[in-house]
């Protein structure tokens, strides 16, 4: 009797050993739920529901407390053993209004957002559906709380809180692209990645150096890619998803396609995207200053100044892009998690628009002025780890190897030079994190870092009379940058109703880089720095109700110099050229953040978000000498010698404010207003409104939701920027700005009216349509180069496997 007693006891631990499938659906109409989180501390573990709204949950067997989130429905608060009462399947309510989620870019590791002091927005698979972003700079834009810049229809460059560029962060998969070419101007590198390929995004608000480091000043953009899904049978699991979109501003033609394949331990996810766009139509009605009505075409060895037929077209805009993805997973159990991802993107070359409206003499100024193919490839290998332990409860160790190639090409109207200069950057980075429950009231994370970049920078001269090629003068010099660093942070639960963060990092940065004195008369040919930087947070969640947050963080920041920084050249602005200088010191940031977030009823909810940022040791571009002189000749023309120097310290201030209503019979109303306020000190002592503060912006949507079918009509909006407000620097770029009475340059005020659907045509096969800019406004988002399309007619259609 007692051997069949042990045999019966070994069977039940082998059944309490095999994974438990959770099932959550949504409770009206039985549907699966997709990427549900489902969380607990106690054990600390984390999994999320596949398209059939399942989970394996074994690795949270014994908790007490676990919670099941996603967005568009109430939280359910449960344990295991009231799972087990009601047979693993949960019934899921939707709410449209939603206090807390769950987030990953504060700590790197999964988090409810009301216990993170900061303001983060995630935004939805299924906005992004209905929005149709044709870019991931337009994915952002979705979220009615980041301003994009675009110098040409191939880019976007978002600003965050008064900040822009090198001075925000971006993380793909939890690496960082940042690298050391990374200028202060308008960048366009978000455009790397693929928009379909992307699962989630979230946008962390403010300073956020203890988790990622140098940069992460205003901000941190958290992309992550599609995750390869395990079965959770013993059938194979198949889905995928395929679209073609065309849109009439810029005659759009994008096809898009992934596929999983995963069974109980492996998993594999392919996915590639292709875009190709015509030259972009800009509206009708708006300021005759955004017109350029001419372009440059080389003919018979000459160059000419070509009339256009439609003076709406801008011409040239027109670019495309391809992007691949392959990513590979084995599980051998809930403890381990490999996982390897390579992604591959490449642009073909695209004119700088803004550039070919710069004119000289009376007419254009250059023939050519292009990005080459903007390429980004990157390796990145994941190994998780889970399990109570002394020193971690959850490992990640992460290494990635990133290689990125861009080019800039231009020449002067009727010359026979061509001037090409392109960097080459190979990135390096190894992160190892940790977390560790202490208690039942501490949970630190913290962890190591190592980044490496080795910058290659060439220079060449073509003569096209001849098509013969000399080397030329690069942008930079052959340079290493690198970081090494070490953070600790902890989560404090001291009440109920109070959380407590706070945060420690220390970041010690080296450049080692080695000038090319052929061409520039520099006094120096190496330059090495070798520093340290010290950050902290400090951060607090009070939530007295379940209806009632209040947050309060402080937090501090750095940047320190990289390669652009310290040693390019470049032409900045007409009469202008920036060269290097190897005497910078890191600058640091210094935020206050003060939020509250207020649900009225069941149907209303308000929050805020006020913040102060001091910026101490500015990096900007001033006036500079080169041995003894302030002009010298570059390209033919007689310029003067400016420099990036640690030479200003600037304030940024600003309020981030939203609605949601829920109204009767399907209808929600939400609303986002952002007004943020920068000054920058300058050389004589009086301060400049600071170049990356947008104006005040945001949207306004009305939604509609009934039977699987999604409407929403929405206005955006933009506030004037006068004359007198305008950075000093921006004041004389006429090319980008449109004329106020006086004839200044200004950025008038604009708004748009869009109307967006989506619906299904079958179980697998849905059409997304919409009409952005109905009343067709020619408009450009501020310090923007190139004018937003003009009434523009989306339509997609989308099939799952």
């Known amino acids: 009797m007692k051997k069949y007693y042990y045999l019966m006891l070994v069977i039940l631990m082998s059944m309490s050993a095999y994974g438990q499938t959770l099932t959550v659906v949504d409770k009206k109409s039985s549907e699966p739920i997709e990427l549900a989180t489902v969380a607990s501390k106690s054990p600390n573990a984390f999994v999320t529901t596949d398209e ?241 009505p001419y372009f440059v075409q080389r003919q018979d060895s000459t160059d000419i100044v070509i009339s256009q037929d439609d003076p709406l077209l ?96 231009d ?51 073509t003569d096209i009379s001849t098509n ?58 190496n330059a090495e720095l070798n520093n340290g930087s010290l950050t902290g947070s400090l951060g607090a969640v009070y939530r007295p109700t379940e209806k009632l947050v209040l947050n309060a963080n402080f937090g501090t920041a750095f940047r320190s110099p990289n390669i652009d920084d310290l040693g390019k050249v470049f032409d900045s602005e007409p009469g202008a050229v920036t060269v290097p200088n190897p005497d910078l010191e890191a600058e640091y940031a210094y935020n206050f953040d003060l939020g509250i977030a207020k649900v009225f009823g069941n149907n209303l909810k308000l929050d805020a978000t006020a913040y102060y940022t001091i910026l101490n040791n500015a990096m900007v571009r001033r006036n500079f000498t080169l041995n003894g002189s302030d002009m010298i000749d570059y390209q033919g023309e007689l310029s003067q010698v400016q420099a990036i120097q640690n030479a200003a310290t600037a304030t940024v201030y600003g309020l981030q404010a939203g609605l949601e209503l829920t109204l009767p019979d399907g209808f929600q109303l939400i609303s986002d207003l952002n007004y943020q306020k920068g000054e920058e000190e300058l050389d004589d002592g009086t301060s400049s409104s600071s170049r990356h503060a947008a104006p005040l912006f945001g949207t306004s949507r009305l939604k509609f939701n009934h039977d699987k079918v999604d409407l929403e009509f929405y206005v955006s909006y933009q506030g004037e920027v006068a004359f007198e407000d305008l950075a000093v620097d921006e004041r004389s770029k006429d090319e980008i700005y449109a004329k106020d009475s006086n004839g200044n340059n200004y950025a008038p005020s604009w708004y748009t009216l869009n109307l967006k659907a989506m619906f299904p045509v079958s179980d697998k096969i849905s059409i997304s349509t919409g009409l952005e800019n109905i009343t067709d406004q020619r408009y450009r988002p501020y310090s923007s180069g190139v004018s937003a399309p003009g009434r523009n007619f989306i339509i997609a259609l989308r099939a799952k496997l």
């Open 468 to 525: 013969s090629s000399v080397e030329g003068p690069s942008r930079y010099p052959q340079a290493t940058w690198k970081s090494m660093a070490l953070y600790l942070n902890n989560q404090y639960k001291a009440t109920e109703e109070l959380s407590i963060q706070a945060g420690l990092r220390y970041n010690q940065f080296m450049i080692d880089a080695e000038f090319d004195n052929r061409f520039y008369n520099f006094p120096f040919e």
């Open 314 to 409: 801008q011409v040239p805009t027109a670019y495309s892009q391809i992007n691949t993805m392959q990513k590979l997973r084995f599980s051998p159990n809930a403890q381990w998690d490999v996982q390897y991802g390579f992604h591959f993107s490449e642009t073909s070359s695209y004119g700088r628009y803004d550039r070919h409206n710069r004119m000289r003499n009376g007419t254009a100024r250059y023939a050519e002025w292009d990005y080459g193919p903007q390429k980004w490839m990157m390796h990145n290998f994941v190994l998780s780890h889970e399990g109570i332990g002394t020193i971690y409860d959850r490992m990640n160790l992460r290494m990635a190897y990133q290689k990125f190639e861009e080019s800039r090409i």
């Open 411 to 461: 020449r002067s109207l009727n010359s026979d030079t061509r001037n090409t200069q392109t960097e080459k950057v190979d990135a390096y980075s190894l992160n190892l994190d940790f977390l560790k429950a202490i208690g039942s009231k501490n949970t630190i994370n913290y962890g190591i870092e190592y980044v490496t970049n080795e910058v290659n920078s060439t220079g060449l001269e």
């Open 52 to 292: 059939n709204g399942q989970a394996d949950i074994s690795e949270l067997r014994g908790s007490n407390k676990i919670e099941i989130r996603i967005i568009g429905y109430t939280t359910f608060y449960t344990s295991y053993e009231k799972l087990e009462l009601i047979g693993f399947r949960v019934l899921m309510e939707r709410s449209t209004l939603s206090m807390d989620e769950i987030v990953i870019s504060a700590t790197k590791w999964e988090l409810s957002s009301s216990e993170v002091p900061s303001k983060i927005t995630a935004i939805s698979a299924e906005e992004v559906a209905l929005q149709n972003p044709q870019t991931a700079a337009d994915l952002l834009n979705v979220s009615g709380k980041v301003y994009v810049q675009k110098s040409q229809q191939g880019g976007g460059s978002p600003m965050i809180r008064g900040f822009a560029t090198n001075r925000l962060l971006y993380t793909i998969d939890g690496v960082r692209m940042n690298t050391a070419i990374f200028r202060g101007g308008n960048l366009q590198n978000v455009i790397s990645l693929d928009p379909f390929a992307i699962e989630s995004t979230e946008v962390f608000f403010g300073p956020g150096s203890v988790i990622y480091g140098s940069d992460a000043i205003g901000g941190v953009m958290s992309f992550q890619t599609i995750t390869p899904g395990l079965s959770t049978d013993d059938e194979l699991l198949i889905k995928g998803n395929a679209l073609v979109r065309t849109s009439s501003a810029n005659n759009e033609k994008t096809g898009h396609f992934d596929v999983n394949i995963g069974g109980k331990k492996w998993a594999f996810v392919s996915s590639f995207s292709s875009w190709d766009y015509d030259h972009l139509r800009q509206g009708s009605d708006g300021p005759e200053d955004y017109l350029k």
